[in-house]
């Protein structure tokens, strides 16, 4: 008991120490994956930007970000569009939609709607960012 006594302020010194530096290095470790998070995602949407105004789906849908203001599908304004769903869209067309698949690659399809994605989550980045990085593994 009388070791424990002496022991145990000792020790939680020690924890004490241990977990600040391991806070610490936690935090910049979780700042510089952030940066690499937000710099790819940067990527992402510059790359979607491209490839939505070079396919033309600006001419009949409006999205903000890509500073259209197409009338003739659905606003893609939409935070309710899923990476999937848009894929399915862009690949298979629906209606007046043309299909694209076999025009554009898989990659620049899953491109696409991630960029859609992110765009319509602009602020909740850990949401939009995992679905880049899963991509970009691809
Ligand atoms: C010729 C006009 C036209 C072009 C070009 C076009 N779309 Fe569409 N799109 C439509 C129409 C019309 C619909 C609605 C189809 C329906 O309701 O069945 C649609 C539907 C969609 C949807 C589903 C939206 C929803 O809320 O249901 C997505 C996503 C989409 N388009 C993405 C794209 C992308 C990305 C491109 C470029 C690769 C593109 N579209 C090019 C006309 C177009």
């Given at each position: 008991?009388?070791?424990?006594?002496?022991?145990?302020?000792?020790?939680g010194?020690?924890?004490?120490?241990?977990?600040?530096?391991?806070?610490?290095?936690?935090?910049?470790?979780a700042?510089?994956?952030?940066?690499?998070?937000?710099?790819?995602?940067?990527?992402?949407?510059?790359?979607?930007?491209?490839?939505?105004?070079?396919?033309?789906?600006?001419?009949?849908?409006?999205?903000?970000?890509?500073?259209?203001?197409?009338?003739?599908?659905?606003?893609?304004?939409?935070?309710?569009?899923t990476?999937?769903?848009?894929?399915?869209?862009?690949?298979?067309?629906?209606?007046?939609?043309?299909?694209?698949?076999?025009?554009?690659?898989?990659?620049e399809?899953?491109k696409?709607?991630?960029?859609?994605?992110?765009?319509?989550?602009?602020?909740?980045?850990?949401?939009?960012?995992?679905?880049g990085?899963?991509?970009?593994?691809?």
């Amino acid at each position: 008991m009388a070791t424990r006594k002496i022991l145990t302020p000792a020790l939680g010194a020690l924890a004490a120490v241990a977990g600040l530096v391991a806070g610490v290095g936690l935090t910049s470790s979780a700042q510089a994956q952030e940066q690499a998070k937000d710099a790819q995602s940067t990527d992402l949407v510059a790359a979607g930007r491209d490839l939505f105004n070079t396919w033309s789906c600006s001419a009949c849908h409006t999205l903000s970000d890509a500073g259209s203001s197409g009338a003739v599908g659905p606003s893609l304004d939409n935070p309710g569009l899923t990476h999937d769903f848009i894929v399915n869209r862009v690949t298979n067309g629906s209606g007046p939609m043309p299909s694209f698949g076999g025009q554009i690659s898989e990659d620049e399809i899953g491109k696409l709607a991630d960029y859609i994605v992110a765009v319509n989550h602009k602020d909740a980045k850990v949401a939009a960012a995992p679905a880049g990085a899963d991509h970009s593994k691809q």
